[in-house]
């Protein structure tokens, strides 16, 4: 079946440090890749998304490409904020088979120090 | 615009009671659903629907029952709580487009002991 795994946490980064956080995933149809971002005490909240392979999603200086061939989508930052800090989920929803769900992988929390 | 709103914040439950979460939006989605969110564990699906009068078990359906009597709500209900249900519980909704995001409610932290 669908899934997404992404790595462990927690990640702790200086402030301006490169961040990559990994998500690989499994889907048997026509998967579109989302991040999501959870701000402490928070729901989660779209931070970015994909719907086809090739295809980048990007916002807040956040990256994230469409790999079909790796069946990755990684998340990167050039230079992150203590303001980045949260839990930082990748998910996927299946358009052929199975668009009516989402998938989330586990979790990454990301601290920031200054 | 107040999108997904999820009753009550905090809740502490004995083991055996039973309380229903309230979810509601207001963008007038058709789908919506309720996810649980165990430490470290990542979000699992409870229960979905994809309109009012339809519902669907997800992946943890066990111990909970939903309805969806209108589009605008849908009540997560926890009969003989357990504490393997001591979670953060989280509502969302999404429009009608194959790629619209998910919103999400800022979710129930529910302790039963």
């Known amino acids: 079946g669908d899934s997404v795994t992404q790595m462990e946490g927690p990640v702790t980064l200086s402030e301006e440090a490169f961040l990559t956080i990994n998500c690989t995933y499994t889907?048997?149809?026509?998967?579109?890749l989302f991040w999501y971002v959870q701000y402490p005490g928070e729901g989660l909240q779209l931070l970015l998304k994909?719907?086809?392979?090739?295809d980048k999603g990007s916002n807040k200086g956040f990256e994230a490409t469409y790999r079909k061939e790796t069946t990755s989508f990684h998340l990167e930052k050039g230079s992150v904020q203590v303001s980045d800090s949260a839990v930082y989920f990748c998910?996927?929803?299946?358009?052929?088979?199975?668009?009516?769900?989402?998938?989330f992988g586990s979790g990454t929390k990301l601290n920031v120090k200054p | 615009n107040a999108g997904v709103t999820q009753t009550p914040k905090f809740r502490i439950l004995k083991i055996g009671q039973s309380m229903t979460l309230q979810c509601a939006q207001d963008?007038?989605?058709?789908?919506m659903y309720w996810y649980r969110q165990d430490p470290g564990m990542g979000l699992k699906l409870i229960y979905y629907?994809?309109?009012?009068?339809?519902?669907d078990k997800g992946e943890v359906p066990n111990g909970y029952n939903v309805s969806r009597s209108t589009t605008e709500d849908f009540p997560l209900r926890l009969e003989l709580a357990a504490p393997s249900q001591t979670s953060v519980y989280f509502c969302?909704?999404?429009?009608?487009?194959?790629?619209?995001?998910?919103?999400f409610g800022s979710g129930t932290q529910l302790s039963v002991l």
């Open positions: 969302a909704s999404r429009g009608q487009g194959t790629n619209e995001k998910l919103f």
């Open positions: 889907a048997t149809g026509y998967p579109s």
């Open positions: 994909a719907t086809k392979a090739d």
């Open positions: 998910a996927l929803t299946d358009h052929r088979y199975n668009f009516n769900k989402f998938y």
């Open positions: 963008m007038n989605h058709n789908y």
């Open positions: 629907s994809v309109g009012a009068g339809i519902t």
